[in-house]
């Protein structure tokens, strides 16, 4: 391993400090202490506690049943885990459909332990909920692409912008979550070379999930970081990095070395 994680806290000037400096950012999925731990301990930068816990640890089918108190509780267990790394929360379905709810939904998750929280989409009630919350001192990640809570839309979890009208909007849209005051943007199942275009416009750092290895971090669910069979298809951009390693710990070092390194993700890991 070459590289040493730094050991001061990950904060959200890091975020960008980190974009500058061009030391690429590694995240990971966590619902409880016991892996938040392991992850922090081994490099991890930021600690997402995602709403895809309605699905790897509920059993549903879609992120749509998850509730602000789930998100709250599982927050909660996470943040006495961390020593370094920043802490993500999701906001749920229609948590933010006004900014009212989101400013609510959103102090809960911060007073349970989160740093930073995401919400997905890109339209008008999302750039609003987006600047009323950062205008109330909340830092906020966007998340566009492949937006889970928009399944019932998109027909099922499919690749976005693939044409050039879905393309346009991804890159409009990118650029209106960060001037609406977004620190952070995560970008979900685009093509690499779309994502790599959005990374270098965007004035935010990004980080991507099956969407190339240009973005400024990357993002696994833990169970798919951990090769787990979670009774879903297993996406293209999944690698098992238990397998090849031995140990949750020593997956979770390969995992940030190979992020830093921009090993991972590969061609196979991207879509075009
Ligand atoms: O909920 C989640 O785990 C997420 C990741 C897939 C980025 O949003």
């Known amino acids: 391993m070459t590289t040493i994680p730094p050991s001061k806290p990950v904060t959200v000037p ?16 966590a619902y409880d202490a016991g892996f938040a731990r392991v992850f922090d301990a081994n490099g991890a930068d930021i600690i997402l506690v995602g709403d895809t816990l309605g699905m790897v640890v509920q059993g549903h089918p879609s992120t749509l049943p998850v509730i602000v108190e ?6 909660r267990n996470v943040a006495r885990a961390l020593s370094r790394a920043l802490l993500l ?4 379905f229609q948590a933010d459909a006004t900014p009212e709810r989101a400013l609510d939904a959103a102090t809960r998750l911060l007073q349970a332990g989160a740093g930073m929280i995401k919400l997905e989409g ?8 987006i600047r009323f919350l950062v205008e109330r001192e909340i830092p906020v990640s966007a998340h566009l692409g492949l937006t889970p809570q928009s399944v019932l839309r998109f027909g099922g979890y499919k690749v976005q912008g693939r044409e050039e009208t879905a393309a346009k909007q991804l890159r409009a849209d990118a650029l209106a979550v960060a001037e609406a005051g977004a620190s952070l ?16 416009a965007s004035p935010i750092p990004t980080i991507g999930i099956g969407a190339g290895p240009h973005c400024d971090g990357q993002v696994l669910v833990l169970h798919d970081f951990l090769g787990l069979d979670t009774g879903t298809r297993r996406p293209k951009f999944v690698k098992d ?27 196979e890991h991207s879509y075009a």
Request: a negative charge; charged letters at 25%; one cysteine or more.
């Open 185 to 200: 943007l995560v970008l979900e199942c685009v093509p690499a070379a779309l994502a790599a275009e959005i990374t270098h």
């Open 70 to 75: 789930d998100i709250e509780y599982h927050t």
């Open 14 to 29: 890091e975020l960008f400090e980190a974009r500058r400096a061009g030391r690429k950012l590694a995240m990971l999925t």
């Open 89 to 92: 929360a999701d906001l749920p």
């Open 241 to 267: 990095f238990l397998a090849e390693n031995g140990s949750v710990a020593g997956a979770v070092r390969a995992y940030v070395e190979a992020v830093r390194n921009g090993s991972f993700p590969g061609v």
């Open 122 to 129: 890109g339209g008008r009630h999302k750039l609003d909920a």
